[in-house]
């Protein structure tokens, strides 16, 4: 009998041990470096543009001083870092590169950016657009301890803002800034959940997990079947209806697409289901609202 008891007290201490070594492990993992970014100046509004027919990318002009080209970059707030793409930097000459790092500084409307690490990410397959010149990704390091606004309604974005709009000054939601992700909490069929809101995934309402999307799909829904590429991989994306709301603090938004992805890293995967979270909300389910973000005091409000 003590054997058996020594046995499972071993047991037990081996699965502690693994879950703390785990939490520590993943807690390191997905810590960002330190912000770099210099930020000065209100932006005012900053018209936005959207490519493809399902809104499938948001970008914001940038400017060089002394280079009269408009140049973009994609708003992922799924990305803790702002980046450039190694090939469509190479004939920038305000962008100065060293190994994968930049130097430079742009703007955002009147908002001046700046920073001596920017990093620099090598694409295989840059985003492409004839007219449109998209450079980089401008992640969640331009909201970090700053206030913003995201108007879907009328297509524009204010960063760096001294204050909140005056509709927003009151009756604000707790959301969490955590690691440099936005993690939103909403009921969704009675229960609590957190959701990460990712801008990068700006085609889709909800991206989640198999097992959820067969949970709140239509069952006689028609699947569309899909494949992107983020990053370096190829991800094949699965979309069904569904007739669902999702509850934020007093707001009732209805939730019409549901979708499951595979093809993401084991990293990725294990990322997910380490933080709980059950799913990511793309731009697509915020498209007739405008979204508040304040991420000094981590508070935000939809309307």
Same mark, same amino acid.
């Given at each position: 009998?003590?054997?058996?008891?020594?046995?499972?007290?071993?047991?037990?201490?081996?699965?502690?041990?693994?879950?703390?070594?785990?939490?520590?492990?993943? @807690?390191?993992?997905?810590?960002?470096?330190?912000?770099?970014?210099?930020?000065?100046?209100?932006?005012?509004?900053?018209?936005?543009?959207?490519?493809?027919?399902?809104?499938?990318?948001?970008?914001?002009?940038?400017?060089?001083?002394?280079?009269?080209?408009?140049?973009?970059?994609?708003?992922?707030?799924?990305?803790?870092?702002?980046?450039?793409?190694?090939?469509?930097?190479?004939?920038?000459?305000?962008?100065?590169?060293?190994?994968?790092?930049?130097?430079?500084?742009?703007?955002?409307?009147?908002?001046?950016?700046?920073? @001596?690490?920017?990093?620099?990410?090598?694409?295989?397959?840059? !985003?492409?657009?004839?007219?449109?010149?998209?450079?980089?990704?401008?992640?969640?390091? !331009?909201?970090?301890?700053?206030?913003?606004?995201?108007?879907?309604?009328?297509?524009?974005?204010?960063?760096?803002?001294?204050?909140?709009?005056?509709?927003?000054?009151?009756?604000?939601?707790?959301?969490?800034?955590?690691?440099?992700?936005?993690?939103?909490?909403?009921?969704?069929?009675?229960?609590?959940? @957190?959701?990460?809101?990712?801008?990068?995934?700006?085609?889709?309402?909800?991206?989640?997990?198999?097992?959820?999307?067969?949970?709140?799909?239509?069952?006689?829904?028609?699947?569309?079947?899909?494949?992107?590429?983020?990053?370096?991989?190829?991800?094949?994306?699965?979309?069904? @209806?569904?007739?669902?709301?999702?509850?934020?603090?007093?707001?009732?938004?209805?939730?019409?697409?549901?979708?499951?992805?595979?093809?993401?890293?084991?990293?990725?995967?294990?990322?997910?289901?380490?933080?709980?979270?059950?799913?990511?909300?793309?731009?697509?389910?915020?498209?007739?609202?405008?979204?508040?973000?304040?991420?000094?005091?981590?508070?935000?409000?939809?309307?």
């Amino acid at each position: 009998m003590k054997i058996v008891k020594k046995i499972v007290l071993a047991f037990l201490v081996l699965f502690v041990l693994s879950s703390i070594s785990g939490y520590i492990y993943f @807690d390191q993992k997905f810590t960002p470096e330190q912000n770099y970014l210099k930020v000065e100046n209100e932006s005012g509004p900053v018209s936005f543009k959207w490519i493809g027919n399902e809104k499938n990318v948001l970008l914001l002009p940038i400017h060089f001083e002394g280079d009269a080209e408009n140049y973009y970059l994609q708003f992922d707030t799924g990305s803790p870092y702002t980046v450039f793409y190694s090939k469509s930097i190479k004939n920038i000459s305000q962008i100065s590169t060293k190994g994968s790092v930049a130097k430079t500084a742009f703007s955002i409307g009147k908002t001046k950016i700046a920073s @001596d690490y920017f990093k620099i990410y090598e694409l295989e397959n840059d !985003i492409k657009n004839d007219s449109i010149k998209i450079i980089g990704t401008i992640g969640a390091d !331009i909201l970090e301890n700053r206030k913003s606004l995201i108007n879907f309604k009328e297509s524009f974005i204010s960063l760096n803002l001294n204050k909140a709009p005056a509709s927003f000054q009151k009756n604000l939601a707790d959301f969490e800034f955590k690691k440099r992700k936005i993690i939103i909490k909403g009921f969704l069929k009675g229960q609590e959940e @957190d959701f990460l809101f990712d801008s990068g995934t700006s085609a889709y309402e909800l991206l989640t997990s198999k097992e959820v999307w067969h949970e709140l799909k239509l069952s006689n829904s028609k699947t569309t079947i899909e494949k992107s590429q983020s990053w370096k991989r190829v991800l094949t994306t699965y979309t069904a @209806d569904c007739n669902q709301n999702i509850i934020f603090d007093n707001q009732k938004i209805p939730l019409k697409n549901v979708t499951y992805v595979e093809g993401y890293s084991k990293m990725q995967y294990a990322m997910m289901k380490f933080s709980g979270m059950t799913g990511m909300l793309g731009n697509k389910i915020f498209l007739n609202k405008n979204l508040y973000l304040d991420c000094l005091q981590n508070k935000m409000g939809i309307e």
